[in-house]
């Protein structure tokens, strides 16, 4: 690899491309559905690790802003292609948790993992509030559209047997509202502190950074078919229910991104950096890829997308929405209040651990 390369850069490709040949060689091979699983989870972080890298070098050319924007919108394709491979499986359960799932993960497991590190090296760390309470708000919407479906279409609602036309409709009110929101989301660039790729040393020619995002995507949308190949047996084989599978395991596989860049962004004190994309990432999934993935499933074959979840599930979004609100809205962090965050997430996959296990 050229010297601009730093080693760190240099693992993380030798992991992604490691994993994913492994997955495919245990495929090949016949090996159990527990290897490929796990290989192909290693393989899909190391991806959207490379992903985030890329994207790191385009953030001093767009700043905070736009760059997590891109980098959220990027990091979200191994949950999207997870998404399509596990509807045409008929693993509906798992896409609907792991959707949420992706929501509480960013929201509470990552974002309080940024308050942690950070707030340990730091102290009490400052981030801008126009940001965070537009992501606040549209995270009550993005509960509300999980939550008035699910009740209004319980029996005795008045939405009753209409799932799937209700869902349809609020998917395009929350895609309409998403397109609406970007331009606000990435806003005037705001100061950039400097970097090496600021300095021009370390940085990537600009193809260099596409490239390496196109392979990554396209690496992506193979690994996560074997993903989601070996997720059943997996699962049977592990005792795991579908509910833990999506809300936990594959939600956490498919946010490796936010879990690397929102850390290392607070751990060096860029709070708007860390904050756009940890919290666009969920953002992007409420108001983009559950409503894309909604409209898809009823053309594409196999099972079909509703946003009607469980009691859990609503409860779930609407304390996290709440929480993170509370926590976000004054534009400062403790690592307190991470603490806060990850406790949350515990007690939420705890109540999902004795789920009923799949067959």
Same mark, same amino acid.
């Given at each position: 690899?050229?010297?601009?390369?730093?080693?760190? %850069?240099?693992?993380?490709?030798?992991?992604?491309?490691?994993?994913?040949?492994?997955?495919?060689?245990?495929?090949?091979?016949?090996?159990?559905?527990?290897?490929?699983?796990?290989?192909?989870?290693?393989?899909?972080?190391?991806?959207? @690790?490379?992903?985030?890298?890329?994207?790191?070098?385009?953030?001093?050319?767009?700043?905070?802003?736009? %760059?997590?924007?891109?980098?959220? *919108?990027?990091?979200?394709?191994?949950?999207?292609?997870?998404?399509?491979? @596990?509807?045409?499986?008929?693993?509906?359960?798992?896409?609907?948790?792991?959707?949420?799932?992706?929501?509480?993960?960013?929201?509470?497991?990552?974002?309080?993992?940024?308050?942690?590190?950070?707030?340990?090296?730091?102290?009490?760390?400052?981030?801008?509030?126009? /940001?965070?309470?537009?992501?606040?708000?549209?995270?009550?919407?993005?509960?509300?559209? !999980?939550?008035?479906?699910?009740?209004?279409?319980?029996?005795?609602?008045?939405?009753?047997?209409? *799932?799937?036309?209700?869902?349809?409709?609020?998917?395009?009110?929350?895609?309409?509202?998403?397109?609406?929101?970007?331009?606000?989301?990435?806003?005037?660039?705001?100061?950039?502190?400097?970097?090496?790729?600021?300095?021009?040393?370390?940085?990537?020619?600009?193809?260099? *950074?596409?490239?390496?995002?196109?392979?990554?995507?396209?690496?992506?949308?193979?690994?996560?078919?074997?993903?989601?190949?070996?997720?059943?047996? *997996?699962?049977?084989?592990?005792?795991?229910?579908? %509910?833990?599978?999506?809300?936990?395991?594959?939600?956490?596989?498919?946010?490796?991104?936010?879990?690397?860049?929102?850390?290392?962004?607070?751990?060096?004190?860029?709070?708007?950096?860390?904050?756009?994309?940890?919290?666009?990432?969920?953002? /992007?999934?409420?108001?983009?890829?559950?409503?894309?993935?909604?409209?898809?499933?009823?053309?594409?074959?196999?099972?079909?997308?509703?946003?009607?979840?469980?009691?859990?599930?609503? @409860?779930?979004?609407?304390?996290?929405?709440?929480?993170?609100?509370?926590?976000? !809205?004054?534009?400062?962090?403790?690592?307190?209040?991470?603490?806060?965050? !990850?406790?949350?997430? @515990?007690?939420?996959?705890?109540?999902?651990?004795?789920? /009923?296990?799949?067959?």
């Amino acid at each position: 690899m050229p010297s601009y390369v730093e080693t760190r %850069t240099r693992v993380i490709a030798l992991v992604a491309v490691g994993a994913s040949l492994a997955a495919l060689l245990l495929r090949v091979g016949g090996a159990g559905g527990v290897l490929i699983f796990a290989a192909s989870a290693v393989g899909l972080a190391g991806l959207a @690790a490379l992903v985030g890298e890329g994207t790191e070098q385009l953030s001093h050319r767009l700043g905070p802003r736009a %760059t997590g924007v891109l980098q959220s *919108a990027l990091g979200n394709l191994p949950e999207f292609f997870i998404g399509i491979f @596990a509807l045409r499986a008929g693993l509906l359960d798992v896409v609907r948790a792991a959707l949420v799932g992706s929501i509480l993960a960013n929201t509470l497991l990552v974002l309080g993992l940024a308050f942690v590190a950070g707030g340990l090296r730091h102290g009490a760390q400052k981030f801008g509030t126009d /940001q965070t309470k537009m992501i606040s708000t549209l995270l009550v919407l993005a509960a509300a559209a !999980i939550a008035i479906p699910t009740i209004a279409t319980a029996p005795g609602g008045p939405a009753y047997g209409h *799932a799937t036309e209700l869902s349809v409709f609020v998917s395009i009110v929350l895609l309409v509202v998403f397109v609406a929101s970007v331009p606000f989301a990435v806003g005037k660039a705001s100061p950039v502190k400097p970097t090496l790729a600021d300095a021009g040393e370390g940085a990537w020619p600009p193809a260099l *950074a596409v490239a390496t995002l196109l392979a990554a995507g396209i690496g992506a949308a193979f690994v996560s078919d074997w993903f989601v190949d070996a997720l059943k047996p *997996a699962m049977s084989s592990l005792g795991m229910s579908e %509910t833990f599978a999506g809300l936990v395991v594959v939600a956490i596989a498919g946010n490796a991104v936010e879990n690397v860049v929102g850390v290392q962004a607070m751990l060096a004190d860029r709070g708007d950096l860390a904050i756009s994309v940890i919290l666009n990432s969920s953002l /992007q999934v409420a108001l983009a890829l559950v409503p894309v993935l909604v409209l898809v499933s009823l053309v594409m074959g196999g099972a079909t997308l509703t946003l009607v979840v469980s009691p859990l599930l609503v @409860a779930a979004l609407a304390l996290t929405a709440v929480l993170s609100a509370l926590v976000v !809205i004054d534009g400062e962090s403790t690592w307190l209040e991470g603490l806060a965050l !990850i406790g949350l997430y @515990a007690i939420l996959a705890a109540s999902v651990w004795w789920g /009923q296990p799949i067959s």
